[in-house]
């Protein structure tokens, strides 16, 4: 990336973060309202289309498998295409499935049309929340976390109110156009907000690791889903087949130099038990939002439309009460809102289980309250808490991670309740033990915020401790270096692949012996006989394409160490920035190695150092 490409993403997250916010909202609503508006009108297409339950049922499992195979492909797009560029090309593929579903004239067509749009859907909430993480002040991160959590809630709650009164009205093609109509706004909206803010790594892309992925989360997913239609045999064997290839997945990305998931998050505890808390709220509202409605139908014998009005109080509210838990996360963290949360889930559940013989519409409706409400108050600030720990690197992997985990969540919600509620649909007795399944969801959920609330007290004690430590704080952790024993050319190829200047020179034992930088390999290129100060002179060899080839050919041979600089300045990483200051001052070098107890722990460069100055001016500021 240029360094005006650098400058404009700066001034553009300074400008108008709240603009670009909104588009990524925006598209989190439209991804969680996908993943059920059509569900709703599955008896109408039935009757259209002369298909049955088990055909109409792959277009809720297709688009589950499409969506869930594209979130892990999305972190490495997000790294490889510029962020404008990758939204409206994934906003695209919505827009046109949605054309494709709303003309559909049978089932075939209708399907494909939903795959597509299952293709864009399962990159659209990882693309936003990276979108947020870019832009979002560190002090207002909660705030605009919650914002995003406000729309995953809104999102598959309103679809089934809005779903049920375009059916009242018009047919399913009309509902489908509906939905068009907000791609299309989406797309205008990303082409007008949206800047080009991510930082550009062009990594790798491994086909086999994809292969590997798919096949698990296609496996998984699909053998969840299935798990209560009948045939356990084929559900519990297609379930183990994608544990066999996620473990091949998990070990092969621990092999390459450049994975398409980097699964290091998954290592730091609170990340890990965030992701998994997260699950637990999203579930409940997957969960709740299909079997309270069609007990409403079944049980109590209630309109379509009057059981998803019955719900309406609770969404409305959550709306509420998202933004409001993110900025009390900001100001006082997670220690009461994930807790509380839980409590709220797992009581008014509970309760709610209690009234299936009462036939009270209006307690059923005040008691969801607190279920959706509780689940806001969680997904926000829990999605801020995780990510918070880890590095500004591992973000687009976190996201994806925390993305997958939504996906497994709706399947597993929808699935494991509803079949639940099947055993006894009518009576009430499936209804109640969905409800206390739920509290139970809560309790244990209840039980893993106290413990996320301590491993995070004692990762932010870590990072305070390390922030003592000087330039630790904000170095490159993973540099990259070669070996001493390697050619030139070994450390021209990782300079070319990485895209770095230069490259620490570490033996056996990781201890620093040398630097290389590009200049060296560019003097060695230019010929022992240059003349420095005669231009026409400088670089004789670039004049005879003979000698060029045969001093390339040269550095296949040459030993790194006979052209590196032998004695590297090194920084510990206990130093302060003013020493690491004079350091780049006197020595007007671009980058230091930094050691730990004499072996390389880091790098760091001169524009991490003035990032780190400009974020410590702008907190004396805040």
């Known amino acids: ?21 909104f588009v990524a909202a925006f598209s989190a609503f439209l991804a969680t309202f996908n993943e059920t508006f059509l569900n709703v009108a599955f008896t109408q297409i039935m ?54 579903c709303a003309s559909a004239g049978n089932f075939t067509v209708l399907l494909a049309g939903r795959i597509v749009q299952a293709f864009g859907t399962g990159m659209l909430i990882p693309i936003g929340m990276n979108i947020t993480l870019e832009v979002a002040p560190k002090r207002k991160l909660g705030a605009y976390m919650g914002l995003m959590g406000a729309m995953t809630t809104l999102g598959p709650s309103s679809s089934v109110i809005l779903a049920g009164l375009f059916l009242a009205l018009a047919d399913w ?18 082409a007008l907000m949206l800047d080009n803010i991510s930082r550009l790594t062009y990594p790798k892309l491994d086909a086999l690791s994809v292969i590997y992925i798919s096949i698990a989360l296609i496996g998984i997913l699909y053998g969840i889903s299935t798990v209560f239609m009948g045939n356990l045999k084929l559900a519990v064997a297609v379930i183990l087949l994608g544990a066999v290839f996620l473990s091949a997945f998990i070990r092969r990305q621990s092999r390459l130099e450049q994975p398409l998931i980097k699964l290091t998050p998954l290592a730091i ?19 709740m939002n299909i079997v309270t409605p069609m007990f409403l139908q079944s049980g ?15 969404i409305l509210l959550s709306c509420f009460f998202s933004p409001l838990a993110g900025r009390i996360y900001d100001k006082h963290g997670a220690a009461i809102l994930l807790p509380l949360g839980f409590i709220l889930i797992g009581l008014a559940a509970g309760a709610i289980g209690l009234t299936h013989s009462t036939g009270n519409i209006y307690l059923l409706s005040l008691l969801y309250i607190p279920v959706i409400c509780g689940s806001a108050l969680i997904i926000g600030p829990v999605q801020s808490l995780a990510l918070s720990n880890l590095s500004f690197e591992e973000n687009p992997h976190g996201v994806t991670i925390m993305s997958t985990g939504f996906q497994i969540a709706g399947c597993l919600g929808a699935s494991l309740f509803s079949g639940l509620y099947s055993l006894y649909p009518t009576a009430g007795g499936g209804f109640t033990a969905s409800c206390l399944l739920a509290a139970a969801t809560g309790a244990l959920g209840l039980l893993l915020a106290l413990l996320e609330n301590k491993w995070s007290n004692q990762q932010a004690a870590y990072h305070q401790t390390d922030r003592m430590t000087g330039i630790a704080a904000f170095m490159n952790r993973t540099p990259y270096s070669v070996s001493n024993r390697a050619t030139a050319l070994d450390a021209l190829l990782c300079m070319a692949e990485h895209k770095t200047s230069g490259l620490p020179i570490v033996n056996d034992q990781t201890q620093v012996c040398g630097f290389i930088s590009d200049g060296d390999i560019i003097r060695y290129m230019g010929g022992l006989e240059m003349e420095p100060n005669n231009f026409s002179l400088r670089y004789p060899l670039w004049q005879s394409l003979d000698k060029l080839d045969d001093r390339l050919a040269k550095l296949s041979s040459l030993k790194v160490m006979e052209l590196a600089t032998k004695e590297a300045v090194c920084i510990e990483q206990n130093a302060s920035e003013q020493e690491l200051f004079h350091i780049f001052a006197d020595k007007r070098i671009k980058k230091v190695p930094v050691l730990n107890q004499g072996r390389l722990s880091g790098i760091v460069s001169r524009s991490d150092l003035l990032r780190q100055l400009i974020n410590q001016a702008m907190a004396r500021q805040q």
Not at 300 to 314: C, N
């Open 47 to 100: 009757d259209d289309l002369n298909v049955g339950v088990a055909t109409v049922q792959w277009l809720s499992t297709a688009y589950m498998l499409g969506a869930a195979v594209m979130v892990p492909i999305s972190a490495f797009l997000y790294r490889s295409i510029p962020t404008r560029k990758l939204y409206l090309f994934t906003v695209a593929l919505l827009v046109i499935g949605s054309a494709v």
């Open 173 to 190: 093609h009309a509902m489908i156009w509906f939905f068009f109509t907000l791609t299309v706004l989406c797309f205008i909206c990303g």
């Open 300 to 314: 109590w014998g209630v309109s379509a439309l009057a059981a998803s009005l019955t719900l309406f109080p609770a």
């Open 269 to 287: 505890k609170p990340f890990a038990l965030g992701v998994l808390l997260n699950m637990l709220a999203l579930l409940v509202i997957f969960a």
């Open 1 to 21: 990336m240029t360094q005006t490409q650098n400058s404009n993403n700066v001034s553009s997250r300074i400008r108008r973060p709240e603009l670009m916010i």
